[in-house]
């Protein structure tokens, strides 16, 4: 069982940028592959990134590929996902999801993974 935790979510005008953690309660972090998700108002849940167990691969939607990085530290429990160039359209609750994996493919959709956060809010100003 994982408990996942966000921060880092606020107000910041178009151009700043963000970071976003993800707290992991748990001795089995590491043992989990980790994503980051949003949802704007109205609109459906979408994947962000995703990073592997041990960190060594990555995956980007096209949509932040260039602007976001996805990272973890597996000895403090805690991923991360800096936001630079942050655009109106990143306004959305950003949510971190973990599923135990070892697989070096990464899931982009909310149905593969198990645990999730309760969500931090991003809002851009334009």
């Known amino acids: 069982q994982v408990q996942l935790v966000e921060s880092g979510g606020g107000l910041v005008q178009a151009g700043g940028s963000l970071r976003l953690s993800c707290a992991a309660s748990?001795?089995?972090?590491?043992?989990?592959?980790m994503g980051w998700f949003r949802q704007a108002p109205g609109k459906e849940r979408e994947f962000v990134a995703a990073?592997?167990?041990?960190?060594?691969?990555?995956y980007y939607a096209d949509s932040v590929k260039g602007r976001f990085t996805i990272s973890r530290d597996n000895a403090k429990n805690t991923g991360y996902l800096q936001m630079n160039s942050l655009k109106p359209e990143d306004t959305a609750v950003y949510y971190c999801?973990?599923?135990?994996?070892?697989?070096?493919?990464?899931?982009?959709?909310?149905?593969?993974?198990?645990?999730w956060g309760q969500g931090t809010q991003v809002t851009v100003s334009s």
């Open positions: 748990g001795r089995t972090f590491s043992s989990h592959a």
């Open positions: 999801a973990a599923v135990r994996t070892f697989a070096q493919r990464l899931g982009v959709r909310f149905e593969e993974y198990d645990y």
């Open positions: 990073i592997s167990w041990s960190g060594g691969s990555t």
